[in-house]
């Protein structure tokens, strides 16, 4: 009997054994003369339960979870391809609690479908918000985002509508769409996800954005790190390009190049990859002029993240009042949150803004993996604020966050347990701003170099009031005389970890 099986090519997937999987399945089908075909779809983003094999069935794909190659004979004597009973079967993935509560709207077709195909793209929704698009026209497309409420998923939070009208208004000329896939933020993996597993969506939400500010041409920076989003990106363009998505025959022509990152941190701060992407050493820009008026070689240019230039599709398809209708306050639509660090539900929760920093982790998370309680929780990457357990109140929102002294960022959420050094993080922190700033500008140069010091000493006991106090302005300077948020942002998990966990630096009050 044959049978249709779906196993992730997402990295997370490959990491946990997937390849494995698919080479025992392979076999034990061969040994038994059973044919199967097996689809390699992108990870539905519950990454604690990859390998995640599906199988299709009359009821529904049913799936089977932490699916390793010793496992494959077993389950398929159970019956895996007519989907039988098994300890490993967790049912329909989509009734799955932790996929279950999630409102899939960017990353709607993320484990559904095989990414490299343009028919499957097409047959669940892909391409309608193009089509939509190109009856609105420039002006009415730029008014939808605008109305939809959508900001920059990359973490400034900037309203994309904004941006597009500005890039739309900035003459004629040549002009550029820019997607900064240089997802370089810890516990982050949204866009490495999204280019895995449905890389047409951004390559659509790029194509809406040139139409509307008139630009003919884009290009994907994608980290260095990522090189199976890299290759999965360049072979969907390709498929783009030959069945009329975009190309120079598309109804709005519009060229996409795929390029690799420069491998520094620092070039996912929009000026520096600009640079990057012109060939130079990634260094931060002075502002202004802004990349909407003077960006990539010196022309106005849309730079947005992946999952903002993703965003688009769903809200032109849909409508922009029912993004705006979700959310909190001035958060409007669904974030990709991702949950990592010491959890025990680890992945991509895709919800409407608004859910709290503790129904994120204790609820929804599980909790620390080790069974102990969640101390901090850093939310924003390497240069987010530790938050305390007394504020796991505080909702998904970027001004609730900003009210507390932390930042939403990209999106990433990273656990702590109680046994978790927060001195040690604070100095990570400067540490890691020491290694990757650019080196333009000399408070985030020389600034961090010397806060590592400084934590040094506190951490030693030498002169502590003395050196809390130089570490305090320290974090003054870099917060106000950095160039770019690379040196302005490393304070956050500094003085958010002196002020909430004195504790451990050495404060016996």
Same mark, same amino acid.
């Given at each position: 009997?044959?049978?249709?099986?779906?196993?992730?090519?997402?990295?997370?997937?490959?990491?946990?054994?997937?390849?494995?999987?698919?080479?025992?399945?392979?076999?034990?089908?061969?040994?038994?003369?059973?044919?199967?075909?097996?689809?390699?779809?992108?990870?539905?983003?519950?990454?604690?339960?990859?390998?995640?094999?599906?199988?299709?069935?009359?009821?529904?794909?049913?799936?089977?979870?932490?699916?390793?190659?010793?496992?494959?004979?077993?389950?398929?004597?159970?019956?895996?391809?007519?989907? #039988?009973?098994?300890?490993?079967?967790? #049912?329909?993935?989509?009734?799955?609690?932790?996929?279950?509560?999630?409102?899939?709207?960017?990353?709607?077709?993320?484990?559904?479908?095989?990414?490299?195909?343009?028919?499957?793209?097409?047959?669940?929704?892909?391409?309608?918000?193009?089509?939509?698009?190109?009856?609105?026209?420039?002006?009415?497309?730029?008014?939808?985002?605008?109305?939809?409420?959508?900001?920059?998923?990359?973490?400034?939070?900037?309203?994309? #509508?904004?941006?597009?009208?500005?890039?739309?208004?900035?003459?004629?000329?040549?002009?550029?769409?820019?997607?900064?896939?240089?997802?370089?933020?810890?516990?982050?993996?949204?866009?490495?996800?999204?280019?895995?597993?449905?890389?047409?969506?951004?390559?659509?939400?790029?194509?809406?954005?040139?139409?509307?500010?008139?630009?003919?041409?884009?290009?994907?920076?994608?980290?260095?790190?990522?090189?199976?989003?890299?290759?999965?990106?360049?072979?969907?363009?390709?498929?783009?390009?030959?069945?009329?998505?975009?190309?120079?025959?598309?109804?709005?022509?519009?060229?996409?190049?795929?390029?690799?990152?420069?491998?520094?941190?620092?070039?996912?701060?929009?000026?520096?990859?600009?640079?990057?992407?012109?060939?130079?050493?990634?260094?931060?820009?002075?502002?202004?002029?802004?990349?909407?008026?003077?960006?990539?070689?010196?022309?106005?240019?849309?730079?947005?993240?992946?999952?903002?230039?993703?965003?688009?599709?769903?809200?032109?398809?849909?409508?922009?009042?029912?993004?705006?209708?979700?959310?909190?306050?001035?958060?409007?639509?669904?974030?990709?949150?991702?949950?990592?660090?010491?959890?025990?539900?680890?992945?991509?929760?895709?919800?409407?803004?608004?859910?709290?920093?503790?129904?994120?982790?204790?609820?929804?998370?599980?909790?620390?993996?080790?069974?102990?309680?969640?101390?901090?929780?850093?939310?924003?990457?390497?240069?987010?604020?530790?938050?305390?357990?007394?504020?796991?109140?505080?909702?998904?929102?970027?001004?609730?966050?900003?009210?507390?002294?932390?930042?939403?960022?990209?999106?990433?959420?990273?656990?702590?347990?109680?046994?978790?050094?927060?001195?040690?993080?604070?100095?990570?922190?400067?540490?890691?701003?020491?290694?990757?700033?650019?080196?333009?500008?000399?408070?985030?140069?020389?600034?961090?170099?010397?806060?590592?010091?400084?934590?040094?000493?506190?951490?030693?006991?030498?002169?502590?009031?003395?050196?809390?106090?130089?570490?305090?302005?320290?974090?003054?300077?870099?917060?106000?005389?950095?160039?770019?948020?690379?040196?302005?942002?490393?304070?956050?998990?500094?003085?958010?970890?002196?002020?909430?966990?004195?504790?451990?630096?050495?404060?016996?009050?």
């Amino acid at each position: 009997m044959s049978g249709r099986v779906f196993i992730p090519g997402d990295a997370a997937a490959l990491a946990l054994g997937a390849d494995e999987a698919v080479a025992a399945l392979a076999a034990e089908a061969e040994r038994l003369g059973r044919p199967v075909e097996i689809v390699r779809n992108g990870s539905r983003g519950a990454v604690f339960l990859e390998p995640l094999v599906e199988v299709e069935t009359a009821a529904g794909r049913i799936g089977y979870s932490q699916v390793a190659a010793a496992d494959v004979p077993g389950l398929v004597a159970a019956g895996l391809l007519k989907g #039988g009973e098994h300890a490993k079967r967790i #049912g329909r993935p989509e009734d799955h609690a932790f996929l279950a509560r999630q409102m899939r709207l960017t990353f709607a077709r993320c484990g559904v479908t095989d990414p490299q195909s343009m028919a499957d793209f097409r047959a669940h929704g892909g391409g309608k918000g193009l089509e939509r698009a190109l009856e609105l026209g420039p002006a009415g497309v730029i008014d939808a985002i605008a109305r939809s409420g959508l900001r920059g998923r990359g973490g400034a939070g900037f309203p994309a #509508g904004i941006k597009w009208k500005t890039v739309a208004e900035a003459g004629e000329g040549p002009k550029y769409i820019v997607a900064n896939a240089d997802e370089g933020d810890s516990g982050t993996f949204a866009d490495r996800m999204l280019m895995e597993g449905d890389p047409f969506a951004l390559i659509e939400g790029m194509a809406i954005a040139g139409f509307a500010v008139g630009a003919a041409k884009g290009f994907v920076y994608v980290r260095s790190e990522y090189p199976h989003a890299f290759a999965a990106m360049r072979r969907a363009a390709e498929t783009a390009a030959r069945e009329g998505l975009i190309g120079p025959e598309a109804p709005h022509p519009f060229v996409l190049e795929v390029r690799l990152g420069g491998g520094a941190y620092v070039c996912g701060e929009e000026t520096a990859l600009l640079d990057s992407l012109e060939g130079r050493r990634g260094q931060v820009r002075p502002k202004p002029p802004l990349p909407a008026h003077k960006g990539l070689f010196g022309r106005p240019t849309v730079i947005n993240n992946v999952l903002t230039l993703a965003a688009a599709p769903h809200i032109l398809a849909d409508g922009p009042e029912a993004y705006a209708a979700l959310g909190y306050g001035r958060s409007r639509g669904t974030m990709p949150i991702q949950l990592a660090g010491n959890i025990s539900n680890g992945g991509l929760f895709e919800a409407p803004f608004g859910l709290t920093l503790g129904e994120l982790v204790e609820d929804i998370g599980g909790g620390p993996f080790t069974g102990k309680p969640a101390r901090a929780v850093q939310v924003g990457g390497p240069l987010g604020a530790y938050f305390p357990r007394s504020l796991f109140d505080t909702p998904f929102d970027y001004e609730a966050f900003a009210a507390r002294d932390g930042l939403i960022g990209h999106g990433g959420v990273v656990v702590f347990d109680d046994g978790v050094d927060m001195a040690r993080q604070a100095r990570f922190a400067l540490e890691f701003c020491a290694i990757e700033s650019c080196g333009k500008c000399t408070p985030c140069r020389l600034g961090a170099v010397r806060g590592v010091e400084t934590v040094d000493k506190i951490m030693a006991g030498e002169d502590r009031a003395a050196n809390l106090a130089v570490l305090t302005d320290l974090c003054e300077t870099l917060k106000y005389g950095s160039l770019c948020a690379l040196g302005g942002f490393t304070p956050y998990p500094v003085m958010s970890a002196l002020k909430h966990f004195p504790a451990d630096f050495g404060d016996a009050s």
